[in-house]
């Protein structure tokens, strides 16, 4: 069974950063391509990033180009998502996901595993 741990979470104030992090544990790693998504209060889940199983396919949303960069790190099993310039629209519940065969990244059902959620919020 694979798990998703997500880290990094907080308050901060508008124009701050935040790191998130998402660990894989419970299987050996990969091939698993990696997405995070948010949630807000009272709206859907939204796709945020994606990071393809090899990096040749990185997305985003086009609320957060240029200010969030998703990473991996495949020795660690970990998938990163750095998060600058932050404003009060990204407050959020985040969550990590993880799927084998991903070809519609901003389809929540492409993905097979999904981690607990680590809240962001962001003050003006």
């Known amino acids: 069974q694979v798990q998703l741990v997500e880290s990094g979470g907080g308050s901060v104030l508008a124009g701050g950063s935040l790191r998130l992090s998402c660990v894989k544990s419970g299987r050996t790693y990969g091939p698993y391509a990696m997405a995070w998504f948010r949630q807000a209060p009272g709206k859907e889940q939204e796709f945020v990033a994606f990071h393809s199983q090899k990096g040749t396919n990185i997305w985003y949303a086009d609320s957060v180009k240029g200010r969030f960069t998703i990473s991996r790190d495949n020795a660690k099993n970990a998938v990163y998502l750095q998060m600058n310039n932050l404003r009060p629209e990204d407050t959020a519940v985040y969550y990590c996901?993880?799927?084998?065969?991903?070809?519609?990244?901003?389809?929540?059902?492409?993905?097979?595993?999904w981690g607990q959620g680590v809240q962001v919020s962001v003050s003006s």
């Open positions: 996901a993880a799927g084998q065969i991903v070809s519609r990244h901003q389809s929540t059902d492409e993905y097979d595993y």
